[in-house]
């Protein structure tokens, strides 16, 4: 399950020049999700939005429930008042988090309707899934791939590495989820370079790479645990395949 975040009436942030992080993840999630269909032939790609609507945040990872997805991923852009801030970071879902960290979540919770402020249903909601060590994983992997297939720009990004926040979009999903912040807009050299689009490819190839790890060490932990019996393992492409059915 691929989502572009925001939509519609909800723009997100806007850079200096005008480019929108509705737009801008929009073109990223549909360059990642037919980079995924061309090279997993066996995946059903799936989209939150696939052009620009308005998605309320508690219902996008109802989409990939009901999907049955097996992963989700959210692509943003960050914003900062300080313009020279810069970087890519990638957050699974967590109440405790750094100071700046339940910042950039505040402002991605904008449009929830309760939002953060219900903690103690949080709590609970997040107490019932298996999902967050699967989610930290697959965060770490994305974060990797992302920063160094982006450090090959003429203008390399900063690493701000893997970080823990209370995205509402995250919360209730059944699978593994992150959120990505790709770059910041608000930044004007970053801004211009996400107007390219073979800096767009270069950000959709990251996040694919990202996956296809995952994938890789999901597959290699499921073919060294004992078989059942009387059951063989199965192929290593089909079990990947299999993983990545939405």
Do not use: W
Request: aromatic share 4%; charged share 25%; proline share 5%.
């Amino acid at each position: 399950m691929i989502d572009a975040g925001h939509g519609g009436h909800d723009t997100g942030t806007i850079g200096p020049t005008g480019l929108m992080e509705k737009d801008l993840c929009l073109d990223v999630a549909l360059r990642l999700g037919k980079i995924i269909e061309q090279r997993l032939p066996g995946a059903d790609v799936v989209f939150t939005r696939s052009d620009d609507t308005f998605v309320p945040l508690e219902e996008r990872t109802n989409i990939a429930n009901q999907a049955k997805a097996d992963l989700f991923i959210s692509i943003h852009a960050n914003s900062s008042r300080d313009h020279a801030a810069r970087g890519i970071e990638t957050y699974y879902l967590n109440l405790k988090g750094s100071a700046e960290a339940m910042e950039v979540a505040a402002r991605e919770n904008a449009t929830a309707q309760g939002g953060v402020h219900e903690l103690q249903d949080l709590v609970m909601r997040i107490a019932r899934t298996e999902k967050i060590d699967e989610s930290k994983e697959l965060a770490e992997d994305i974060q990797d791939s992302l920063a160094r297939r982006i450090q090959k720009s003429s203008k390399p990004v900063k690493n701000r590495g893997v970080r823990k926040a209370p995205f509402v979009v995250l919360i209730g999903a059944d699978m593994p989820s992150i959120l990505t912040e790709i770059s910041f807009l608000s930044n004007p050299a970053d801004e211009q370079m996400l107007k390219k689009p073979e800096q767009r490819q270069k950000v959709a190839e990251g996040l694919y790479q990202g996956v296809a790890s995952y994938l890789e060490s999901m597959n290699s932990v499921t073919m060294n645990l004992p078989a059942k019996p009387g059951a063989g393992h199965p192929a290593p492409i089909a079990v990947e395949q299999s993983r990545n059915q939405n």
